[in-house]
C-alpha cells in the first residue's frame, strides 16, 4: 500500500471528526459562495433595474439581512469545520505515534546498531508532526479550496457557460504545475529530512557523551562538526525557497493576469455584439467570483511545499512502520529450572564475519558460569545469544531441552535476569527502579530485595529512602549505588537464569564487598553466568570458560584452570601481580 492510500486510511479510521468537519466546510462554502448572488439580485432588480426609478429599501433590507446572516453561518460552519479537523487530525497523530512507538518496541537490537537514536527520535516526534501539519493544514486547505474553485466554477457556468467552461481551463494548468514541483521539491525535501535526523542524532549523542567532550576539550570541534552539518540543511532550505518563490506567486500573479484579460476581452465583445448588454449585476458577480477564485488558487499552490515536506516525512514514519518486527507476547510459561546448553553455535553480526565459532557448553541448574577473554572475545555476545537479542546463525541454545527460538522472546525473558556493567536506571524514583513497575512485586518485595543485597547500607543516608528520585540514567548517583539498585532489581524479579556482566568492574574496593555479597545472594539457586575482568570474583565459579577469538580455548574450575598454566593462569597471575604491586591494569 503506498503512504497515499495509508494515509488516506488514517483519515477514514478518525471518520466521526473529518466526515462532519468536511460537511460543515461544504455548508460554509455554500453560504459563503451565495454572497455574489445576493449582491447581484439587490443589483439588478431593486437598483440598477428598478423600473419607477426608485429604491424600494424594503426587498433590499431583506436581501441584505439575508446577505449578513449567510456570513454568520459561515463563521460558525468554518469554526466548526477548523475544530473538527484539528481534533481528527490530532487524533490520527496520536494513534500513529502510538504505532511508531509500538513497532520499536518489537524491533530487534539489530535494528538500533545501524540507527542512531536521535535519528530514531526524529521519526517519532519530528516527523509525525510534519504529518500532523500535513492533515491539519495542507489538506485543510485542499479541501476548502478544491469546494471553494468547484462552487466557483458552478456559479460561473450558471452565469455564463462560456465563459464558466473558458475558466476550467485553470485546473489541468494546476495540475500540471503540482506535478511539476513534485519532482523537483520531493529530492530536497527527502535530503532536508534526512539532515533534520542527522542534526537530532548528533544532539542525542553529544548529550550523552558530554562528559567526554568536556573532559577532553572537543566542545569546538563538535561545534564545528554541527555547524557543518546545520549548514548544510540551511542551504537545502534555502535551495527549495528558491523554487518556492520564483514560481508560487509568479504563478499566481500570471494565471490572474491571463484570466481578468479573457475576461475583459469577453464581455468588451459581448457588449459590442450581443443585442443586450450584460447586466451590472452580472458583471458585479463575475467580478466577484473571479476574484475569489484565486484566493484558493493561491492557497494551493502555497501548499505545495508543505505538502511534499510532509509526504516526505510519512515515507520515513511508514518505512520504520514497515520494518520486521516480534509482536510482545504476554504468554507465559512456568518457571523453568535453569539447565542451559549451547549446542556448536556460531554467531555473526554482519554476513560471515563470526564472532562466535563452533560454542559448546553445557550449564547445570544452581551452577556458576564465568566467561572471560580478552575484549572481543565473544563473551557478552554469548549473553546477547542467552538473551535473544540477536539468534545464531548457525547451532542452537536450548534451555531445559527447549530450542529458545521456538518461543517468544519475551516468554523466555520473563525468567531471566540480568545486571550490566553500567545499569540503566530511569527517571523516577529508586523503588520504581527495581519494580519497573510490575504490579506482581510489592513495596515490601522492593524493601526486601534491597535489603538482601546489601543496597540499604549505601542508601541509607538518602533522605526519602527508596522513594528518593532518580534522574535520567541515574547521574546523580555513585556506580555503587546505580550497581545495588541493578542488584536488587534482578533479585525482585527472581529469575531462574541470571547474567551479570561485568558487574564489579566499575566500583572501588569498598563497595565491591558489598557487590560481592549480593552477588552471593542472588546466585543462591540460579543458573548464573559471570563476564567478569577481575578474575579473582570467580574463583569459586562451577566453570570457567576461557575465549579467544570467539572460540572456548579452556574449560574448566579455579584450580584446574590454574594448574593447567595456561591463559587463564597467565592472566590470573598478571592480575595478581598487578594488585599486588599498585599498578593500573
Not at 520499536?104 to 519530528?126: C, E, H, M, S, W
Not at 545464531?392 to 516468554?411: A, E, N
Amino acid at each position: 500500500m503506498n503512504k497515499g492510500k495509508r494515509l488516506v486510511r488514517y483519515a477514514i479510521d478518525q471518520k466521526g471528526y473529518v466526515i462532519p468537519g468536511i460537511i460543515c466546510l461544504a455548508l460554509a462554502v455554500a453560504a459563503d459562495l451565495a454572497g455574489p448572488l445576493i449582491a447581484k439580485n439587490i443589483i439588478d432588480n431593486h437598483i440598477a433595474g428598478s423600473e419607477t426609478g426608485g429604491i424600494d429599501f424594503g426587498p433590499i433590507a431583506g436581501l441584505l439581512a439575508l446577505f449578513m446572516g449567510l456570513a454568520v453561518i459561515t463563521a460558525i460552519f468554518r469554526y466548526s469545520e477548523y475544530l473538527l479537523l484539528q481534533k481528527g487530525a490530532n487524533r490520527i497523530i496520536q494513534k500513529m505515534r502510538n504505532e511508531v512507538y509500538r513497532k520499536i518496541q518489537t524491533l530487534p537490537i539489530r535494528y538500533f546498531d545501524n540507527l542512531p537514536a536521535g535519528k530514531v527520535v526524529a521519526r517519532v516526534t519530528n516527523d509525525t508532526e510534519a504529518i500532523r501539519d500535513m492533515y491539519v493544514t495542507v489538506l485543510s486547505q485542499f479541501a476548502t479550496s478544491f469546494m471553494y474553485m468547484g462552487g466557483i466554477f458552478i456559479a460561473l457556468i450558471w452565469l455564463d457557460p462560456k465563459l464558466g467552461g473558458v475558466m476550467l481551463l485553470l485546473i489541468p494548468v494546476l495540475y500540471v504545475w503540482m506535478i511539476t514541483y513534485r519532482k523537483f521539491a520531493s529530492k530536497y525535501n527527502r535530503i532536508i529530512r534526512g539532515k533534520v535526523s542527522d542534526l537530532n542524532g548528533m544532539i542525542n549523542e553529544a548529550i550523552q557523551g558530554m562528559t567526554i567532550i568536556q573532559a577532553f576539550r572537543r566542545e569546538k570541534q563538535m561545534e564545528e562538526e554541527f555547524e557543518a552539518l546545520n549548514d548544510e540543511h540551511f542551504r537545502y532550505q534555502n535551495k527549495l525557497l528558491k523554487m518556492d518563490s520564483a514560481t508560487s506567486f509568479n504563478l499566481v500573479d500570471t494565471l490572474r493576469s491571463m484570466t481578468f484579460l479573457v475576461f475583459v476581452l469577453y464581455f468588451g465583445n459581448v457588449a459590442l455584439t450581443a443585442p443586450q448588454a450584460i447586466s451590472v449585476g452580472a458583471l458585479y458577480a463575475f467580478v466577484d467570483y473571479i476574484t475569489r477564485l484565486f484566493n484558493p488558487i493561491t492557497g494551493i499552490v502555497n501548499q505545495f511545499s508543505r505538502l511534499e515536506h510532509s509526504l516526505v516525512a510519512a515515507e520515513r514514519v511508514f518505512e520504520l512502520l514497515d520494518q520486521e518486527g516480534e509482536p510482545v507476547s504476554g504468554e507465559k510459561i512456568a518457571r523453568y529450572r535453569g539447565n542451559v546448553r549451547f549446542e556448536d553455535v556460531w554467531f555473526a553480526y554482519k554476513g560471515e564475519e563470526y564472532v562466535l565459532k563452533g560454542i559448546d557448553f553445557e550449564a547445570k541448574q544452581g551452577e556458576t558460569v564465568a566467561l572471560v577473554g580478552h575484549t572481543g572475545s565473544g563473551k557478552s555476545s554469548i549473553m546477547n545469544l542467552l538473551f535473544r537479542f540477536y539468534d545464531p546463525s548457525k547451532g542452537r541454545i536450548v534451555i531445559d531441552g527447549t530450542d529458545i527460538t521456538k518461543l517468544p522472546r519475551q516468554t523466555i525473558r520473563d525468567h531471566m535476569g540480568i545486571v550490566l556493567q553500567d545499569p540503566y536506571l530511569f527517571t523516577g524514583t529508586i523503588e520504581s527502579n527495581i519494580s519497573l513497575g510490575d504490579t506482581r512485586i510489592s513495596r515490601e518485595q522492593v524493601e526486601q530485595a534491597l535489603e538482601a543485597v546489601g543496597g540499604d547500607r549505601v542508601l541509607k543516608h538518602l533522605p526519602d529512602g527508596i522513594d528518593a528520585p532518580v534522574v535520567e540514567k541515574g547521574s546523580t548517583l555513585s556506580a555503587g549505588q546505580r550497581q545495588l539498585i541493578s542488584f536488587a532489581r534482578a533479585l525482585a524479579f527472581d529469575p531462574a537464569i541470571l547474567i551479570l556482566d561485568e558487574a564489579t568492574s566499575n566500583i572501588d574496593t569498598e563497595t565491591e564487598e558489598i557487590i560481592q555479597h549480593a552477588m552471593d545472594v542472588l546466585k543462591k539457586g540460579r543458573t548464573t553466568f559471570v563476564i567478569a575482568h577481575r578474575l579473582s570474583t570467580i574463583k569459586n565459579a562451577d566453570r570457567i570458560l576461557v575465549l579467544d577469538k570467539g572460540e572456548i580455548v579452556e574449560s574448566g574450575s579455579h584450580d584446574q584452570l590454574l594448574a593447567y598454566g595456561g591463559q587463564y593462569a597467565q592472566m590470573y597471575k598478571l592480575q595478581a601481580g598487578t594488585q599486588a604491586t599498585g599498578k593500573i591494569g
